[in-house]
């Protein structure tokens, strides 16, 4: 990650559409080809690299979830 490049935060390389945005997406329902209309330079494979991360970052940490998710 490049501090100045979206604030440091990871994001999609070649691009600057966060890893975050992706992620949200994805958490409020929205499918995989949508997000790809709504954000052109992204792929498939790097929507599928964003969850990757996601999930590497969750086995690395503790993450609350909100109360009756699981």
């Not at 979206?6 to 945005?21: D, K, P």
């Not at 997000?35 to 969750?58: E, F, M, N, Q, V």
């Amino acid at each position: 990650m490049d501090p100045q490049v979206c604030h440091g935060q990871a994001c999609i390389r070649g691009t600057r559409i966060m890893v975050s945005v992706v992620l949200d997406n994805l958490a409020a329902g929205v499918e995989i080809p949508e997000i790809i209309t709504s954000y052109p330079p992204l792929t498939d494979p790097d929507i599928r690299a964003a969850i990757a991360y996601g999930a590497d970052l969750a086995r690395d940490q503790v993450v609350a979830l909100p109360s009756g998710v699981l």
